[in-house]
Every structure is written in C-alpha cells, then in structure tokens.
C-alpha cells in the first residue's frame, strides 16, 4: 500500500520560511506528478504548486517568487521551500502523488503551517 508521510510546517511569524517534505513508499509502479495544494479554515482545498517528472513546475499566482518545489525522483521524495510567508498562507498543506499505472492521485496526511504577524 501507497504511503504519503509529511514532515515540515509549524508556527512561524510574517517574513519567515518553512520547508516542506513529502516521502513516498510503498509499491511505486509509477509515481508521475507530485504537487502541493492547502485548505485553509472555510476554504476549499487549493493548487499551491506541481511538479512533474521531468522537472517541469506550475505555480499558483499568490505563492510565484516565495515558494519553490523540488522532488528527488530517487528517493520519491518532494519538497516545498516556503520563504517570505504571510498570514494568508496559513493553512493545513497537502501532498499529492499521482501513482500507478493510471497515475491515480494519493494524498498525504497534512501538516499545519501557521504564519502570525
């Protein structure tokens, strides 16, 4: 069975930085996109950033310049560097992985990342 397990995130005040990371194990057939998404409280679940195999990366609009995604495709790892954090990135932070033969989405079990003024 497929495991996402997430480390990283916390409490951290306006203009500071975190760092993400996701681990895959598992029977990987085939890991294709990864990405980031976050839930913050009475909001749906949103795209904060993707990566596909071949390194290629999508930003959302209101993370572009702070936040920066890398996998290690050796380890099936992920990560999100988060720098110059505001309040409005607060917010519970998912990884995803597109697994398998039909790339099918897996999530991971979400990390709090909080950012006070």
């Known amino acids: 069975q497929v495991q996402l397990v997430q480390s990283g995130g916390g409490s951290v005040q306006a203009g500071g930085s975190l760092k993400l990371s996701c681990s895959v194990s598992?029977?990987?057939?085939?890991?294709?996109?990864m990405g980031w998404f976050r839930q913050a409280p009475g909001k749906e679940r949103e795209m904060v950033s993707t990566?596909?195999?071949?390194?290629?990366?999508n930003y959302a609009e209101f993370v572009k310049g702070r936040f920066a995604i890398s996998r290690d495709n050796a380890d099936n790892s992920l990560y999100l560097e988060m720098t110059d954090l505001i309040e409005d990135d607060t917010a519970v932070y998912y990884c995803?992985?597109?697994?398998?033969?039909?790339?099918?989405?897996?999530w991971g079990q979400g990390t709090q990342v909080t950012v006070s003024s």
């Open positions: 990566i596909r195999t071949n390194g290629d990366t």
């Open positions: 598992g029977h990987i057939f085939r890991l294709c996109e």
């Open positions: 995803a992985a597109d697994i398998g033969r039909f790339c099918s989405r897996t």
